[in-house]
């Protein structure tokens, strides 16, 4: 598994949260913002539909070894 930034994140993007509430879960990207303080969110759709949201600090993104 390779990752990158959050500042490379995408819409559509596989990811993984790895911090704050949501550590562990993994889902598409969807929604990205940036708050007035520089602050990236996004928003996860998970496999079940579930979604939450999340700073984009505490994801990485997930790839498949296709380029």
Do not use: P, W, Y
Request: hydrophobic share 30%.
């Amino acid at each position: 598994m390779t990752t990158e930034k959050a500042e490379k994140l995408k819409d559509g993007d596989k990811c993984k949260v790895v911090g704050g509430t949501h550590a562990g879960k993994s889902g598409t990207v969807r929604d990205i913002n940036t708050s007035k303080t520089g602050h990236i969110t996004i928003t996860v759709v998970q496999k079940n539909g579930a979604r939450f949201k999340t700073l984009g600090k505490n994801v990485v993104v997930l790839h498949d070894g296709k380029k």
